[in-house]
Structures are given as C-alpha cells and as structure tokens.
C-alpha cells in the first residue's frame, strides 16, 4: 500500500503524487523544448528572412517621422522584401546562410535576390539606427574618431547629408568603417558598403518611400532632421565596437 505523509496543516498526502507531478511536469516541459528545437519548420524560419517588430511605437518618431511613414515603410515596404527575398532564396547556394553573406555572395550574381537581401538588412538596422529624442551626444569614442577622420562632428554631418542628397534617384547614405578609417558613401538601390568592403554603422534610407509622406521633396530637410533628432548614436557606436574587431 502506498505510503502517506501528514503535512505540518493536518492534510495527508502520498509522496507517489508528488513525485508523478514532478515527473509529468518535468516530461512535458522537456517535451515542450524538444518539440522547439527539433521542428523542422521552426528550424527552416530561423534560417529565412522575417520581419522585425519596431523597436518603439508607430508614432515615436513624430514630428521627424510620422505614423504613416512607418507604417508603410515597415509594414509595406521592408515586408515586401522579406516575402521577395525568402522566395528568392529558396534552391541558391545561399539558402539557409546568414544574412551578410546572403548580400555578399549574391552581389553581381543573382540580382533579384541581392536586392532584397540588401534591403532587408539596410531596414534592420535602419528601424535601430533611429530612436525617439535621437541626435544629441555621440559616445566618445566614436565621437572622437569621427573629429579624427572628417575633422568636426558638424563636417561629417555636412558629408553625410550631402551624400544623400547627390544620390540620384534610390538609395542610402552611409557611415562605415573600411580599413579602420570612417567613410561616408553613397549606394544606389539596396547596395550597402558590405559588397564594397566596408562595414556600415549608420545609413540613411533615401528612397522617396522613406520621406515622401513627411516632407515631399525636401530631402535636405529629411537628412538633417535625420541626422539630428533621430540617430541612435548608442547603436552606431556598437556597430563601431562590432567592425573595429573585425
Ligand atoms: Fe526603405
């Protein structure tokens, strides 16, 4: 007969219970992990482009960006080249490979799969290069290579804006680490400084989809409420620290 066990509150209970609780618990709970790791579809997603929440409220970025823009940009837009790009991908030799590698393998070689690829990792760090009361103080670090490489914060400013302005028609504008200096460039479609050699910290979307909405024509006036009131500069800064040790 089963032994039992009278609790300190009077209520008697069989120790057998307990330790099938312990047991039926502690089975489904590793059931429940082996399930995750093993399933073949979440496996394959993993593997594939997916779309990234914003990492802050569709109307964070007013009056620099408003609801409508992001909602658009990132729900229309980014989403498009996520679809585009996890059918692109589907039978190349890229399948199943990070990201980085996807953009570089597939510059030159497979159009229609670079170009989405290029735009979903553009968007990805896009959406963190920007953060609400953004602009302000650049870490020191960076701030000082910044001085070091363009002179002044307010010259790299100038280039960086410049830069996107004389990009015709779509495209970025970048900042971007190439043999340990700052560069700042310019792409045209979904190119990045990746497929040139460089690592990028920050980039500027200048298609028409990015600031249309908000300030029609004037992208001048987009890039520098951009580079002024939107940066997250505690971002840049870590993918500064990421492309120096690389
Ligand atoms: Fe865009």
């Known amino acids: 007969m089963m032994s039992q066990h009278r609790l300190a509150d009077g209520r008697v209970t069989r120790p057998g219970s307990i330790n099938l609780f312990k047991k039926v618990f502690a089975m489904s709970f590793t059931d429940h992990l082996s399930k995750v790791f093993s399933n073949p579809f979440k496996r394959v997603s993993t593997m594939s482009f997916s779309l990234p929440d914003l990492p802050y409220a569709y109307d964070a970025l007013t009056p620099y960006m408003s609801r409508e823009t992001l909602e658009y940009h990132h729900d229309k837009h980014h989403l498009a080249y996520v679809n585009n ?29 670079f170009n989405n690829a290029g735009q979903h990792y553009n ?8 953060k609400p009361n953004g602009g302000g103080k650049i870490p020191g670090r960076l701030e000082s290579k910044i001085i ?43 190119e990045n400084p990746l497929v040139h050699g ?38 840049v800064d870590e993918m500064f620290e990421a492309a120096l040790k690389k």
Not at 102 to 107: D, E, I, L, P, Y
Not at 123 to 130: G, I, N, V
Not at 154 to 167: L, M, N, P, R, S
């Open 85 to 113: 790009g996890n059918n692109l991908l589907k039978g190349t030799e890229w399948e199943g490979k990070p990201l980085e590698q996807v953009v570089v393998g597939s510059f030159g070689k497979n159009t229609g799969l």
């Open 123 to 130: 968007h990805l760090h896009f959406w963190k290069w920007m």
């Open 148 to 190: 070091a490489d363009f002179g002044s914060v307010d010259k790299f400013k100038e280039f960086f804006i410049q830069a996107g302005v004389t990009q015709f028609g779509s495209g970025w504008c970048w900042l971007a680490v190439k043999d340990g200096a700052l560069v700042v460039s310019k792409t045209p479609n979904g």
């Open 198 to 235: 460089a690592q990028p910290i920050l980039g500027c979307d200048v298609w028409e989809h990015s600031y249309y909405i908000d300030y029609r024509n004037r992208r001048p006036d987009y890039l520098k409420a951009f580079i002024d009131n939107l940066v997250n500069w505690d971002y």
